[in-house]
């Protein structure tokens, strides 16, 4: 009985999160409508971060720096990892003007990792193709 307790509370908290995070992209998605049909261009610094080799249960953190080469406003609809041991901490929730620059914090928790890891993160924006990925990879060590 336990068991099945603590698998329904770890649903609904799985849910819950997921479906928090989904509303605040489709609100964004509303509120910068006009962007979305209007893309521009995004370029950043580095896609891929190397962090080499940290022990198991340390934190990572790195600063993915971009700027919007197009022509029009850049809005980050949405920035999301695959798994919760990577959290996008900060992001712009602004428009970026051309030729403007901003930066995605991205922590990663290295805790029960260990082996080869390679983290992606996905950045939705009024962009063609709509999504890039930036990604952290590296050895977490016992």
């Given at each position: 009985?336990?068991?099945?307790?603590?698998?329904?509370?770890?649903?609904?908290?799985?849910?819950?999160?997921?479906?928090?995070?989904?509303?605040?992209?489709?609100?964004?998605?509303?509120?910068?409508?006009?962007?979305i049909d209007n893309p521009t261009e995004i370029s950043f610094d580095e896609m891929e971060f190397d962090f080499g080799k940290v022990q198991d249960g340390e934190e990572v953190t790195h600063t993915f720096k971009f700027k919007n080469t197009g022509e029009t406003?850049?809005?980050?609809?949405?920035?999301?990892?695959?798994?919760?041991?990577?959290?996008?901490?900060?992001?712009?929730?602004?428009?970026?003007?051309?030729?403007?620059?901003?930066?995605?914090?991205?922590?990663?928790?290295?805790?029960?990792?260990?082996?080869?890891?390679?983290?992606?993160?996905?950045?939705?924006?009024?962009?063609?193709?709509?999504?890039?990925?930036?990604?952290?990879?590296?050895?977490?060590?016992?």
């Open positions: 009985m336990k068991k099945i307790i603590i698998i329904s509370v770890i649903a609904v908290t799985m849910t819950a999160c997921t479906s928090s995070e989904n509303a605040n992209a489709a609100e964004r998605k509303m509120e910068y409508a006009e962007f406003q850049l809005v980050l609809l949405d920035v999301k990892a695959t798994c919760g041991c990577t959290v996008p901490q900060d992001w712009p929730e602004y428009p970026i003007a051309p030729g403007e620059t901003g930066e995605i914090t991205v922590v990663f928790d290295s805790s029960g990792k260990v082996g080869n890891v390679r983290k992606n993160v996905t950045v939705e924006a009024n962009t063609n193709p709509t999504t890039s990925m930036i990604t952290l990879v590296g050895v977490v060590t016992e």
